[in-house]
């Protein structure tokens, strides 16, 4: 099993422009999870789904973040319009059954820069 | 307002002894605790989990302590070894929200 996919693993970008990051989680897994990385808050958990709709979106931080899950192996993190502040590293996770029993595997992570 | 707070953000240990890495929770809800330990570059793995039904689970050279009346968890390592040198989160969940709360991390360092 290749594990949990992340693209790109390095993302420079321009303040005010589009960020869109990608996932592909472990297959049968069910539930995949967007958590970001800061040296201030550590890891927080931004939106996770259920077999591909969305359960809990309450971490996203502001509407210029969206995520979408259109099928069981692919997951999008957007953010639109960028701004400095969301410089960070961006995991992406999925895990089988019930999430808060069970182990999350998480991919390498995207380290966004945005000047 | 953190949830699960690691206070320590490093920890420097000679190789052989113990390492012990702290962990509070304010959550009285949380009833499964976690440690992922990074290396850098690469995402967190699952390190070692317990319930709140227990207070001790013991995985090789890990261990993890959990007191729930000080609503504090410990991360045990005997003997420590340079391969372990990482960060370590701490995670924190109840069963009716299925989502975990990472403290900010600690930062291990192990000396040969």
């Known amino acids: 099993d290749a594990g949990v996919i992340q693209s790109p693993r390095h993302e420079v970008t321009e303040m005010g422009q589009e960020v869109t990051l990608r996932c592909k989680p472990i297959?049968?897994?069910?539930?995949l999870f967007w958590y970001r990385q800061t040296m201030m808050r550590g890891l927080e958990l931004l939106i996770y789904f259920n077999n591909n709709v969305p359960i809990d979106d309450s971490g996203m931080p502001e509407d210029r973040f969206s995520a979408k899950m259109p099928n069981a192996s692919f997951s999008t993190l957007k953010i639109q319009p960028s701004e400095p502040r969301d410089s960070a590293v961006y995991f992406c996770?999925?895990?089988?059954?019930?999430?808060?029993?069970?182990?999350?595997?998480f991919g390498p992570g995207t380290r966004l820069t945005v000047t | 307002d953190q949830q699960v707070k690691q206070n320590s953000p490093s920890l420097s240990v000679q190789e052989g002894r113990i390492s012990i890495l702290n962990c509070d929770y304010t959550n009285s809800m949380f009833d499964y605790f976690l440690w992922y330990k990074k290396y850098p570059a690469e995402g967190p793995t699952f390190l070692i989990s317990?319930?709140?039904?227990?207070d001790k689970n013991e995985d090789g050279r890990f261990t993890v302590f959990l007191n729930k009346s000080a609503k504090h968890l410990s991360l045990h390592i005997v003997p420590s070894q340079p391969g372990d040198s990482a960060v370590y989160f701490c995670?924190?969940?109840?069963?009716?929200?299925?989502?975990?709360?990472f403290g900010t991390g600690t930062r291990l360092k192990v000396l040969a």
């Open positions: 996770a999925s895990s089988r059954g019930l999430a808060g029993m069970n182990e999350q595997y």
């Open positions: 297959s049968g897994h069910d539930y």
């Open positions: 317990i319930s709140s039904i227990k």
């Open positions: 995670a924190a969940s109840d069963s009716g929200t299925y989502k975990y709360i």
